[in-house]
C-alpha cells in the first residue's frame, strides 16, 4: 500500500510513538535526580539484603575471610525442621499466638481510643494524641526497663505488689519471666503499650475525614450513638482497618525487642519467636545458613498472609460493586 493512501493517523503513527517516548524520557530524567536517592536507597538497604540473605540460605556460609561457603541446597531448610528440641516450631507457634493475641485487642483499643478522643465533649484532643503516641517514639529499651520493674518478682513489682497486698487476688507473687504462660503475657501487654498510640493516630486522622453531614442525618433520622458507630463510622473506615490490621499482623510477625529485652527466649527457650530465633542462631551459634533459611521462610509466610488479606478486600470490594 502506498503512502498517498494511507490516512493521516497511520502515516504519523511511529512519529507520534516517538515523541511520547521523548516526552517520557525527558520527565524521567526531569524527576530522577528527586528519586535516584531513594532508589540507591531501596536497592542498597532492600533489595540487595533480600537477595543475598536468599543466597546465603542456601550455602555453607561462615563470616571468615575466604571461606569457601559451599553451595548446599535445601540442608539449611531441613536443618531448620530436622531440630531434636522443635525451636523453629516453638518460635512459630510463639509468633501465630503473638498474632492472635495482640491484633484484635491492638485494633480494638486503636478504635475505641480514637473515638473517645474524637468524641464533642472531649478537649485537648491533641494533648492526648500526643500522650499515647508517646510510647511509639519511646526506646524499646527504656519500657523494657519499664516493664521488668512493673512484672519484677516478689512484691518489689508494681504489679505483684497490687495485686498480692493490695488486692489479694494472688495468693504468692508470681515470677512472671519463669513461667510460658505469665512470660508471653508479659509480651505481649509490652508489645500492646509500646505500639496502640499508633493505630490512635491513624484512626483520628480517618475520623476527622468523615462528613459532620452523615452523623447529622443521623442524628434527624433518630440514630443512637451505637447505630452511628456501627452504620456510618465502622463503614467508612473499612480502608483504613485493612491498612491498621495488615500492619498489625506484620508488626505481630516482627516480635524481637519485645522478646529479646524481656525474656531473651527464656524459660528454657520457650518464648523465642522467629527473629529472635533468627538472632540466637545467626550472632550467637553463628549458624547463618540455617538462620537465612528462617528469615526466608519467615518472609514468604507474612508475604502470604498480606496478600490474602489484599485479597480478600478486593473480593469484597468487587463483590458489593456487583451488587
Not at 538497604?45 to 543466597?55: A, E, G
Amino acid at each position: 500500500m502506498s503512502s498517498s493512501f494511507m490516512s493521516p493517523e497511520i502515516r504519523n503513527a511511529p512519529h507520534t510513538r516517538k515523541s511520547r517516548l521523548a516526552i517520557g524520557l525527558r520527565q524521567w530524567m526531569a524527576v530522577l535526580p528527586f528519586v535516584a536517592l531513594g532508589f540507591i536507597g531501596t536497592a542498597v538497604f532492600v533489595l540487595y539484603p533480600m537477595v543475598r540473605n536468599i543466597m546465603i540460605s542456601f550455602q555453607d556460609f561462615s563470616i571468615m575471610p575466604n571461606a569457601t561457603n559451599a553451595w548446599v541446597g535445601f540442608d539449611n531448610y531441613l536443618k531448620v525442621f530436622q531440630d531434636p528440641n522443635d525451636r523453629f516450631f516453638i518460635a512459630l507457634r510463639n509468633t501465630f499466638l503473638n498474632v492472635a493475641a495482640t491484633v484484635p485487642v491492638n485494633w480494638f483499643l486503636a478504635v475505641f481510643f480514637a473515638v473517645l478522643i474524637n468524641a464533642k465533649f472531649v478537649k485537648f484532643k491533641i494533648a492526648f494524641r500526643t500522650i499515647y503516641y508517646l510510647p511509639i517514639v519511646t526506646s524499646w529499651i527504656i519500657i523494657a526497663l519499664l516493664f521488668k520493674y512493673l512484672f519484677a518478682d516478689g512484691d518489689g513489682g508494681i504489679i505483684n505488689f497490687i495485686l498480692h497486698k493490695q488486692l489479694g487476688i494472688i495468693s504468692e507473687p508470681i515470677s512472671w519471666r519463669n513461667h510460658y504462660w505469665s512470660a508471653m503475657v508479659m509480651i505481649w501487654l509490652f508489645h500492646i503499650w509500646k505500639t496502640v498510640g499508633w493505630g490512635v493516630v491513624i484512626y483520628l486522622a480517618a475520623l476527622q475525614g468523615i462528613p459532620k453531614d452523615l452523623y447529622e442525618a443521623a442524628d434527624i433520622d433518630g440514630a443512637n450513638v451505637m447505630q452511628k458507630f456501627w452504620r456510618i463510622t465502622i463503614p467508612l473506615l473499612k480502608p483504613i482497618t485493612l491498612f491498621v490490621v495488615i500492619n498489625l499482623i506484620n508488626g505481630a510477625f516482627g516480635f524481637f525487642p519485645q522478646v529479646y529485652f524481656i525474656t531473651q527466649g527464656g524459660p528454657m527457650n520457650q518464648t523465642h519467636v522467629i527473629p529472635s530465633l533468627i538472632y540466637i542462631e545467626a550472632f550467637q551459634n553463628m549458624k547463618f545458613g540455617p538462620a537465612s533459611a528462617m528469615g526466608v521462610m519467615m518472609g514468604l509466610l507474612v508475604f502470604i498472609l498480606t496478600y490474602t488479606q489484599m485479597k480478600k478486600s478486593e473480593d469484597s470490594a468487587c463483590f458489593k460493586e456487583d451488587r
